[in-house]
């Protein structure tokens, strides 16, 4: 979508066009139709966690579980669908598996998202959402939007949908090396191998921080893509531990099972997402984990010595000089210290997903909390004027599928539904004085 003066108040502001926001683009399509709505993108084109599209690497979820089929098995945009029009259902079948490779379900998407071209404004990062007034009542958001160049300029809109996923979680020690190229989170970690490359020709050692999924997938990665460096795997837990996705505990990411955590006081709820968190949290598959000690026991057998895992370890220390940088541990249970350098540092430490405040902090004076209700909707001061929802930030009170796939369909249904329903009420209350309104505001 081009934004230019023509574009002067939107109905829907998205803001990050993820899954989450490609479910909600296609929900919106079928329940406010004729609705102007602009999905803002800050990467240059769709990608789904593209610095981490591993080879070998798969779905942590069914292929059902895909933008639509949930909620309408016969829709034009499920996974099957995509595979049929890829000319692939029957090899797909072939392979009995419910769990596409990444790399596959990240051209799903894409397949689905350029469907939506005529709304999506890549290259756009959203800076700020902030209050438009009119007599001091809000009337709508001004979207504060940035291209690639740093250019900004601002969108009116009348709700905004946001769903920005998580931001890399980087631990204390290592945050005044912020700008240190031998540094990055896992997040970025296909746009940086040449940092392992350069260690790798140089016999040099690397070292993954973390003991979840993104840390053993790149652990594994490091090993089978380059032939000499060294590898220690660093992690606080004294084991590599497997995700439970046996089937029952499997039911806390039924879609239904968030009216049950709504339900729940607020320490119930915090009880129940630590009760589960290794369902989803520092653990790791076990296929991966099993294929990681089978490596460590080949070692044992030829001799080597390239790969390792530090269990047990709390960092205390980092510093980077000419060499490396120097990370100091100690291990958690014996005290004993120690320290190591490497020439480069990965970060797989996880995500944050709150709610930046820098980004929305100027709304304060209009929301009454920024805990959000079943519908997803941030409480705000005039319940009849624009309105927020937030996709993937509301883990605390609807549960720990809100960050997955788990109940993307569901959610984007409930939140288009809740959407159309206001902007309808807004077009009524706004009817008798709408037309000299309008006319002063466009452009
Ligand atoms: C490597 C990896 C693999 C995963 N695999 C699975 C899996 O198999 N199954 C599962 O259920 N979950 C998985 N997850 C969890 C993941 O959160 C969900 O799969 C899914 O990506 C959530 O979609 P989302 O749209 O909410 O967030 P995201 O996919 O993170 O999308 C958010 C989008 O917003 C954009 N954005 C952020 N800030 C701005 C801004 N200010 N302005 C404009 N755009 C912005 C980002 O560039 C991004 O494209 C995985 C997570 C990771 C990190
Ligand atoms: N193939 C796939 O589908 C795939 C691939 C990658 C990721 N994912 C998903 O992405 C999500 C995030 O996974 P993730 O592995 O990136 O993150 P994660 O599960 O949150 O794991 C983060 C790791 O970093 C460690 N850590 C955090 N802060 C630390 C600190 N200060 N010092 C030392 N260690 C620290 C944690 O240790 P503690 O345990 O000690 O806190 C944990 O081991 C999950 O939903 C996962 O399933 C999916």
């Not at 089978?294 to 057998?301: F, I, P």
Request: hydrophobic share 40%; with cysteine; net charge neutral.
């Amino acid at each position: 979508m081009i934004i230019d003066d023509t574009v002067s108040m939107l109905d829907v502001a998205g803001i990050g066009f993820g899954p989450s926001n490609l479910a909600l683009a296609i929900a919106l399509d079928a329940r406010a139709p004729g609705r102007r709505s602009c999905f803002f993108e800050k990467q240059p084109e769709f990608r789904w966690h593209g610095g981490m599209l591993l080879p070998g690497s798969r779905m942590q979820v069914s292929f059902l579980k895909d933008l639509v089929t949930l909620h309408d098995p016969t829709s034009r945009f499920t996974f099957v669908n995509y595979l049929h029009a890829r000319g692939r259902l029957v090899d797909f079948i072939n392979q009995k598996t419910f769990f596409p490779s990444r790399i596959e379900f990240n051209d799903y998407l894409r397949w689905a998202a350029a469907q939506f071209d005529d709304r999506a404004s890549y290259g756009t990062e959203v800076v700020a959402v902030e209050p438009v007034t009119t007599n001091g009542r809000l009337t709508a958001f001004a979207i504060r939007i940035a291209d690639a160049a740093g250019r900004e300029r601002v969108v009116r809109a009348r709700s905004a949908v946001v769903a920005m996923g998580g931001r890399p979680r980087i631990p204390e020690p290592f945050r005044p090396l912020k700008r240190e190229p031998r540094l990055f989170h896992s997040s970025g970690y296909l746009r940086h191998l040449d940092r392992i490359r350069l260690a790798d020709e140089a016999g040099g050692r690397v070292a993954v921080i973390g003991g979840g999924q993104s840390a053993a997938e790149i652990f594994s990665d490091i090993r089978s893509r380059f032939p000499r460096v060294k590898v220690d795997l660093i992690l606080r837990a004294a084991a590599l531990k497997p995700a439970d996705d046996s089937p029952f505990v499997n039911e806390i990411f039924n879609p239904g099972f968030t009216d049950l955590i709504f339900s729940q006081a607020p320490a119930q709820r915090r009880a129940v997402i630590d009760e589960f968190r290794g369902t989803n949290y520092s653990v790791v598959d076990l296929d991966l984990i099993q294929s990681i000690y089978e490596d460590l026991y080949q070692q044992k057998v030829t001799g080597e010595d390239r790969l390792r895992i530090r269990a047990g370890q709390r960092i205390t220390g980092v510093s980077a000089g000419e060499g490396g940088i120097a990370v100091v541990t100690r291990d958690t249970m014996s005290g004993v210290p120690a320290a190591e350098t490497y020439q480069a540092v990965i970060l797989a430490t996880g995500y944050d997903r709150d709610l930046p405040r820098d980004l929305v902090g100027a709304l304060d004076p209009h929301v009454t909390g920024w805990e959000p209700d079943r519908l997803y909707r941030v409480p705000m001061a005039d319940p009849s004027g624009p309105v927020l929802h937030l996709q993937g930030a509301c883990e605390d009170s609807h549960g720990l599928s809100d960050t997955l796939l788990s109940v993307v369909v569901i959610r984007a249904q409930e939140i288009a539904t809740a959407l159309a329903a206001h902007l309808d009420r807004m077009d009524a209350a706004a009817a008798p004085a709408r037309r000299p309104a309008l006319a002063g505001a466009a452009g």
